[in-house]
């Protein structure tokens, strides 16, 4: 049954204000629906939507939140190396990035991290092995 819905990810924000310029500013995504001192919808690609909602205490994971999917991650991550984004850079121990791109075996990913540490992904999967 909840296979057939689409789902939207909810992100922790210490600063509506910081997440507001990251999203709308500097990644570009348009406002939806804004709460005040509550939280923010952005849209996204077909149809989806991201929330940021407010926390006195924001996250506490490292681990990649959520991600977008992209056809070609490398012109992504210059468009939001254009825009001012950084790109983070992870060395040990895997995945290891080359110019901001991680070779995960079956995609390439890169990683930026919002202004309240929420870890975000841009990856492109790898086209499947040709059947023969």
Known sequence: MLGDHPVFPILLSK??????TFY?????????R??????IVFRCGGGTQLVVTKSTTGTADTQTQMAWRVPDVHAAIE???ARGVRI????APDPVTTDGVADMGH???????????????IVQPKAPPPTG
């Open 34 to 39: 804004e709460d005040e001192d509550d939280r």
């Open 24 to 32: 709308h500013d500097l990644l570009g995504l348009e406002i939806a």
């Open 107 to 121: 995609s390439w990913a890169a990683w930026i991290v919002d202004p309240s540490g929420n870890a975000l992904g």
């Open 79 to 81: 468009e939001l190396r």
């Open 15 to 20: 600063d509506l204000d910081a997440s507001r």
């Open 88 to 91: 983070e850079d992870y060395t």
